[in-house]
């Protein structure tokens, strides 16, 4: 949801003056879903943050996001905050509202507090991005998002956010496909553009996110 929310209508609209005989269908999911539908065929190319199996998948590398804890300045004031970053250690400690286990995300925080020996006990669990930051907007706790999710809030005061530290938190975005069956022209093509338009996003601005250096950049269709 997060990705075909900043690149789905870039890449349509691109696609439109590039490839007009091409017609795109874009669905969303979590990662685990739309591996599976790319390994029964039923999408040509994923964007995806999870590869825990990449057996038959052709997988590119294309940013890597932070992760960020966030809150209203007046949920904030109630703690010592004062630092753009936070340690992980105490993040714990906040009333926090994060996807349930099994989402991507959360994967990433319970992973992050395997290494520091500390337990993860949410205030809320909600899967919907959407839902986090109404229920953060509200004062109900400290929600983590990518700090893409959060940016137009951010900028306009509506949250204040911070790093996490000791260990930092992020996630990777790669350009997917199968390697067991072939891919035709058209997909191709799409696939191409997607992976142009996603490093120019971030090399915009529009995207908060670093591109990996060397880039592992797929070459499908000039």
């Known amino acids: 949801g997060t990705v075909g929310e900043l690149l789905a209508a870039p890449l ?23 591996l599976e539908w790319l390994k029964r065929g039923e999408v ?8 825990s199996d990449p057996r038959g998948l052709e997988v590119h590398h294309g940013l890597s996001e932070e992760i960020c804890i966030f809150a209203t300045p007046e949920t904030a ?30 994967n990433l925080i319970d992973d992050a507090a395997v290494t520091i020996r500390k337990p993860v006990n949410p205030a809320i669990e909600i899967d919907s991005y959407s839902q986090i930051k109404k229920l953060v907007s ?8 990518p700090q893409m999710a959060i940016e137009r809030e951010t900028r306009s005061g509506i949250f204040r956010s911070w790093r996490f530290a000791n260990p930092s938190i992020t996630r990777k975005v790669y350009l997917a496909y199968s390697t067991e069956r072939p ?18 996003l971030v090399s915009d601005g529009e995207w908060t996110a670093e591109l990996p250096q060397p880039a592992n950049h797929p070459s499908l269709y000039g």
């Not at 349509?12 to 739309?34: C, N, T």
């Not at 509200?138 to 998002?145: D, Y």
């Not at 997909?187 to 142009?196: F, G, I, K």
């Open 77 to 106: 004031a109630g703690h010592v905050l004062g630092k753009p970053d936070i340690d992980l250690a105490s993040a714990l400690k906040l009333p926090l509202v994060v996807p349930g286990p099994g989402h991507g995300l959360r």
């Open 12 to 34: 349509i609209e691109a696609a439109k003056l590039k490839y007009p005989d091409i017609r795109i269908r874009v669905v969303e999911a979590m990662s685990g879903y739309v």
């Open 183 to 200: 891919l035709l022209n058209a997909p191709r093509a799409v696939a191409q553009l997607s992976w142009e338009i996603l490093r120019q």
């Open 44 to 51: 040509d190319v994923a964007m995806i943050y999870a590869t």
């Open 138 to 145: 509200r004062g109900l706790g400290f929600g983590v998002l």
